[in-house]
């Protein structure tokens, strides 16, 4: 089991970039889907989280902005991010809990994808 993410990039300050994170493996049941972040010196920190059902929560700093949003079918999280500033820039890192076929609830984090935003 395993989750990887996608999306990042270079982008200048307003534009948007929208990361994807796929859970992959054999997987009985996915719970809550995350997304955080950790600047160069920072902590990492919550971004947004939604439930199975759809539920959300966001960081102060993605409020108005970013968007979280799940493909339950596909096993997908995405969070779309609009009017980035430089203080986005952070590596992104997807975060889930994965129930594998055979085994209990685990929490599981993906490899992280790298958000520039620069001029």
């Known amino acids: 089991v395993q989750l990887q993410a996608s999306g990042g990039g270079l982008v200048q300050p307003g534009g948007f970039l929208r990361l994807s994170c796929a859970a992959s493996?054999?997987?009985?049941?996915?719970?809550?889907m995350a997304w955080y972040r950790q600047a160069p010196g920072k902590q990492r920190e919550l971004v947004a989280r939604?439930?199975?059902?759809?539920?959300?929560n966001y960081g102060d700093s993605a409020k108005g902005r970013f968007t979280i949003s799940r493909d339950n079918a596909e096993s997908t999280v995405y969070l779309q991010m609009n009017n980035l500033k430089p203080e986005d820039t952070a590596v992104y890192y997807c975060?889930?809990?994965?129930?594998?076929?055979?085994?209990?609830?685990?929490?599981?984090w993906g490899q992280g994808t790298l958000v520039t935003v620069s001029s």
């Open positions: 975060n889930a809990d994965l129930r594998e076929v055979g085994a209990n609830w685990r929490n599981y």
């Open positions: 939604i439930t199975s059902v759809g539920t959300t």
């Open positions: 493996g054999t997987l009985l049941s996915v719970n809550n």
